[in-house]
């Protein structure tokens, strides 16, 4: 609602002031002929005449459009004047007393006022009446004629003038207060047109943030000349009443609602959102969910926030802040997706911080280890997250495995160029998400592998804990993945599904619900990996048990064969780190034992604290020893070719 002017508000209170002054002169009529005393009846025209005098006002006195909006009768008008009159004058109040012969009735009454005003008729305060339909007036203890008539205080604030949300709608109904951006113009146009049509449908709007949706639907409101509420359904005691006072506050401000809605809303809150869709013309739905209308609707899904529209926010919000960013404005476009609240929020804090005179710290940018920070959160009690600290030189591989590694870095180095700017992306919006296989047996590098990958791209592993994952409640596991893949869409990250056969093993036979329900399962899951737009990593040292179908969604397979002799020489010299004292270590004998450089590195570690404990340094006695029990662990058969000679 657009600020008044002063002129209008002062001509709106010389309108109040000449209606208060013709309830006082009809009181006073009234006064005179109950004590048998002679009126001056010109002085009640004279009244009458300078209030419809002060009503030659553009827009019309408040009162009076109260009237036109709810239709009130003259009666009714009166009334609702009456008991305006009884708050704003003490000379009235007193009338009013002196009326009912009680100095204690210093009020307004349904009986006096049909002995005081003309045209009176009994059904002005019927149930169903617009004074007590839209809870305009509030009646006190008593019979319908004795009970104190008391109005509305959001209304006498209306009536002066005064405007504002009901104070009983506050924390739930909001006023909008910033315009749509370009980037959603076209959204606007859409649920204008929607909700200018005939059968003035409520709009769902779908997509996007909470915040965006009701930016849309505030702006589409707008185009078509209405004013706009956002409200929250809350928790009411008296749901009718909350309902009424919502619309009720429409009607004032002339606004349509645009109602929030969440797929977690209890029932009485979606109960509440129905109610307020009927009887408003003008109304949106803001959902992340599956809201069903009961009437006539039509469903506007926003587009995604994609880089164009990320930059545009970045470049916005940091002002003059983003030319010092550099190549770091690119990282966050390519590799982050917050919301667009999210962006504006850290674009302005770290502007009012460059202009504070901050200086950027070596090592990663502030704005990105924020951002990274923000993201774990969402992954709590499903997943592990692992800020990696594996060094490229420690993944001993093959030329042709070393060489796919960096293949699938690159892939997601430059992704954005790929898909979005050379528009691969609009050519095929399937398969757009980077899985890879990494298989194997136990030890051979596949998780060390995917740490690499994180660490070289500057993300976190996402290690997704499969016993969190899997629910044996019906629809759980969908909900739980549903969640990983939704917080993982938020970029900065690696997800990493280790073990993976045990999710992602072949669907069987339908032979029961369980069946029928395991392969919802894995379908839901393969359809979440293939629109997945950051990087999956998938280890399994069986290999043969995958689904085909997951199989074929896969961009890349990489196999982690045993190491050789001259792999197992080079993981043995990285597993020992420079300021460890070591005493002659011969790497051409230990190679010899034929074990995976997951082994290599435990016998290493083992072999230290051995060392440590005799406060001596690691010499092959250590190692020997320590390889001896490792093989003991893993149930492996020493020969003497491998660990002879080691003393």
């Known amino acids: 609602m657009m600020p008044l002017p002063s002129a209008w508000i002062e001509a709106n209170q010389r309108y109040v002031v000449a209606a208060l002054a013709v309830v006082q002169c009809r009181l006073e009529a009234a006064l005179a ?23 030659a006002i553009s827009p019309p006195p408040a009162l009076l459009r109260v009237r036109e909006l709810f239709g009130l009768s003259a009666f009714q008008y009166e009334i609702l004047t009456l008991a305006a009159a009884v708050e704003l004058s003490s000379t009235i109040g007193r009338l009013c007393a002196q009326l009912q012969n009680d100095s204690r009735r210093a009020a307004a009454s349904f009986g006096l006022a049909l002995a005081v005003f003309p045209d009176a008729h009994w059904s002005a305060l019927a149930p169903d009446a617009p004074l007590r339909r839209w809870r305009l007036i509030e009646l006190g203890d008593g019979g319908l004629t004795d009970a104190t008539l008391r109005i509305d205080e959001r209304l006498l604030h209306e009536v002066v003038g005064v405007g504002g949300v009901d104070a009983r709608l506050r924390g739930c109904v909001q006023v909008p207060g910033e315009d749509a951006p370009p980037r959603l113009a076209s959204a606007v146009d859409e649920v204008a047109r929607c909700l200018d049509g005939p059968s003035c449908p409520t709009v769902v709007l779908t997509g996007e943030s909470a915040p965006a949706r009701a930016t849309v639907g505030c702006a589409a409101l707008q185009r078509i000349e209405l004013d706009a509420l956002v409200v929250r359904p809350a928790r009411a005691n008296a749901v009718d ?27 009485e809150h979606v109960e509440l959102a129905h109610a307020l869709t ?23 899904a926003l587009p995604a926030l994609d880089a164009g529209g990320r930059r545009e926010l970045w470049e916005r919000s940091l002002g003059s802040a983003a030319a010092q960013l550099g190549g770091v404005l690119e990282e966050l476009i390519s590799e982050f997706r917050p919301s667009a609240e999210e962006i504006v929020r850290l674009g302005d804090e770290w502007r009012c911080r460059v202009e504070a005179g901050e200086a950027v710290p070596d090592g990663e940018h502030p704005l990105r280890a924020r951002l990274r920070a923000d993201n774990r959160a969402h992954f709590a009690g499903l997943a592990q997250v692992i800020a990696p600290v594996a060094d490229a030189a420690d993944l001993v591989l093959p030329a042709a495995q070393a060489d796919t590694i960096a293949q699938i870095e690159a892939h997601v180095r430059y992704r954005q160029v790929v898909l979005d700017d050379w528009g691969f992306a609009g050519r095929d919006g399937r398969g757009l998400g980077i899985a890879a296989l990494f298989h194997g047996p136990s030890g051979t590098g596949k998780t060390l592998a995917a740490e690499v990958i994180a660490r070289r791209l500057g993300f976190d592993l996402i290690r997704v ?49 369980h069946d ?24 399994t040292n069986l290999k043969q048990v995958l689904d085909p179908a997951f199989l074929r969604r896969l961009r890349f397979v990489v196999a982690f064969p045993f190491p050789d002799v001259v792999e197992r020489k080079r993981i043995w010299q990285r597993s020992f780190p420079q300021a460890t004292p070591c ?65």
């Open 33 to 55: 002929r109950l004590n048998g005393e002679a009126f001056d009846e010109e002085r009640l025209a004279a009244t009458l005449a300078a209030r419809a005098a002060a009503a």
């Open 241 to 267: 009443a909350f309902v009424t006072l919502v619309q009720r506050e429409a009607i004032l401000r002339n606004a349509g609602l645009v109602i929030e809605h969440s797929a977690t809303d209890s029932a």
């Open 278 to 300: 009927a009887g408003v013309a003008g109304v949106v739905v803001s959902s992340d969910g599956n809201f069903v209308v009961r009437g006539a609707s039509v469903h506007v």
């Open 465 to 513: 804990d499969l016993s969190q994952v899997v629910s044996k409640y019906i629809g759980e596991t969908e909900k739980n993945l549903a969640r990983i893949f939704d917080a993982a869409d938020r970029g900065g990250c690696v997800l990493l599904f280790d073990e993976a056969d045990a999710l992602f093993g072949k669907r069987s036979e339908v032979r029961d619900s």
């Open 516 to 539: 029928r329900y395991a392969n919802i399962e894995v379908g839901y899951l393969l359809q979440r990996i293939e629109a997945f737009r950051g990087l999956a990593i998938l280890t």
């Open 583 to 647: 005493d002659r270590l011969d790497f051409d004998r230990v190679a010899r034992l034929q074990v995976t450089g997951g082994n290599i590195r435990s016998i290493a570690l083992h072999a230290a604290f051995l060392a440590a404990t005799e406060d001596a340094p690691v010499s092959m006695r250590h190692v020997l020893r320590a390889s001896r029990d490792e093989c003991v662990r893993i149930e492996k058969a020493v020969t003497a070719a491998e660990i002879g000679g080691w003393t």
